[in-house]
């Protein structure tokens, strides 16, 4: 079963513009963690807020994190070309366990 | 540090044929991940081990598929025989407990098409 579910399944920007993808999940989890895949390419690792952090900065992107509401979001600010991805949530549970949900396609136009 | 290696890049094989993929995890990760991830979609975890003990296989179709770790390295992920909904890139990942912050290092994944 899928943990993470993402919104919106596409987003189209111009670059400069700020991306938010938005992530719900269904049980508890310990963290949560982002990840981006360009085409034909692994996943990459992001940012991990864990489940008693409320917001996360890394570079251009911040996290945030509602347990009550079991959401994410993952903000890039100042996107650029190469910002084109598409962009997983996945919900770690206890024992190490990473589900993802359909991800986020986000284009960013020069 | 080199990175989760995964080969071959590519498979094509005709459906009732049997497959294998390799991985090679990053050095001292105890914890190997094999991800099934169909086009357009997420990836689904299909097995996990810490060292050569399998945690979690409950979404393993165990009729078709295998997978080892022997000696809680390298893993090979076997289907035997494929179907045409076995088409999917095959992405093994690893992951080091104690520094979680780092999350899981994906290779670039096996691209499997059944014909």
């Known amino acids: 079963s899928q943990q993470g579910e993402e919104d919106p399944q596409a987003l189209s920007i111009q670059e400069g513009e700020n991306a938010t993808m938005n992530c719900s999940y269904k049980t508890s989890i310990n963290n949560l963690q982002w990840y981006r895949q360009n085409s034909g390419r692994g996943l990459v690792h992001l940012i991990l807020i864990r489940s008693n952090e409320r917001e996360k900065h890394s570079g251009r992107l911040r996290v945030t994190l509602d347990t009550s509401k079991k959401s994410s979001s993952l903000l890039i600010t100042a996107s650029r070309a190469a910002d084109t991805a598409s962009y997983f949530c996945g919900g770690e549970t206890s024992g190490s366990r990473l589900t993802f949900g359909e991800g986020t396609q986000l284009t960013v136009n020069p | 540090e080199a990175g989760v290696a995964q080969s071959p890049r590519y498979k094509i094989i005709e459906k009732r044929q049997s497959v294998a993929f390799w991985c090679n995890p990053i050095s001292g990760h105890a914890t190997l991940y094999w991800y099934q991830q169909i086009l357009g979609q997420g990836p689904k975890l299909l097995i996990q081990?810490?060292?050569?003990?399998?945690?979690?296989d409950s979404q393993l179709p165990k009729d078709r598929f295998s997978a080892e770790r022997l000696k809680g390295v390298d893993s090979t992920l076997k289907i035997q025989p494929a179907k045409l909904e076995d088409s999917a890139v095959y992405l093994c990942?690893?992951?080091?407990?104690?520094?979680?912050?780092?999350?899981?290092?994906f290779g670039s994944g096996t691209r499997l098409t059944v014909v």
């Open positions: 081990f810490q060292n050569n003990g399998v945690v979690d």
């Open positions: 990942a690893s992951s080091l407990e104690v520094y979680p912050e780092m999350g899981y290092t």
